[in-house]
């Protein structure tokens, strides 16, 4: 039985005999099992946020009103495409570059930039039907975690919080009691812990996303998938979303 009561259906992931990859439909790449898959059989769906979840990566959106979007970006590509090895550096760095921004500016990026992605909505909604949790997990701020955790009814989330003192960002980020950077070791612990307290097994999760810091919970969850992924993730992930929405993962799950 799962936490909630519900009975545990037999998991019907069927192995590969290869992982070479699989064009199962135009732009939507396998690997490593045989669809289709029942979604009732996990319990929980882990999604990153910037990029995938959403159409933007906040921490360069904010720097634009600084004037330093293009340094921000830099660095968070490398560090996305895998290329900075310490992730929670990369993020100092990026942050640090946003103190003196107007606490302001985090409203201007919610309602003036940030959408969700084609089919996060369609993709929500039909894993809570099937009775699964879901999960937030960034290397992002808390102030748009909790408004797209709100928006679409996400049960649990991790990010990170920004630091502001006079309604200026410092250029630092708040220690929580979990710790202090939601980096890709915490994204997997995160997900681990949620598996734990609803009592079902990592093999029982799904988890998306786009950079190489979802890497680590990817390889934990007995389904993962890519969303218009940088080259490192896609080669590692079991489902391979290139074109279309995030409910194209739907395709492989019924």
Not at 83 to 109: C, F, H, M, N
Request: proline share 4%; aromatic share 6%.
């Amino acid at each position: 039985m799962w936490a909630d009561g519900r009975r545990k259906p037999a998991f019907s992931c069927h192995i590969a005999t290869t992982m070479t990859p699989i064009e199962f439909a135009p732009g939507l790449v396998i690997r490593g099992f045989t669809p289709p898959l029942r979604l009732a059989d996990f319990g929980l769906i882990a999604f990153d946020m910037d990029s995938t979840l959403i159409n933007i990566e906040c921490v360069d959106e904010i720097a634009d009103a600084a004037g330093r979007k293009a340094e921000v970006a830099a660095i968070t590509a490398a560090a996305m495409r895998g290329e900075i090895a310490d992730y929670k550096e990369s993020l100092r760095q990026r942050v640090a570059l946003l103190a003196g921004v107007p606490a302001t500016a985090l409203e201007e990026v919610y309602n003036r930039r940030l959408q969700l992605n084609p089919g996060a909505e369609a993709l929500v909604h039909a894993c809570r039907e099937a009775g699964l949790k879901t999960l937030l997990v960034s290397g992002g701020f808390t102030f748009f975690t909790d408004r797209i955790c709100e928006r679409l009814g996400i049960d649990f989330s991790r990010s990170n919080q920004l630091e502001i003192v006079d309604d200026l960002l410092t250029g630092r980020m708040v220690d929580q009691g979990w710790g202090d950077i939601c980096d890709g070791e915490e994204k997997r612990r995160m997900l681990l812990d949620t598996c734990a307290e609803l009592g079902i097994e990592p093999r029982e999760a799904i988890a998306m996303g786009d950079g190489a810091n979802d890497l680590p919970m990817m390889g934990v969850a007995g389904l993962s998938v890519a969303h218009h992924a940088k080259p490192r993730v896609r080669e590692h992930a079991m489902v391979a979303i290139d074109e279309g929405g995030l409910d194209r993962l739907l395709e492989v799950l019924r």
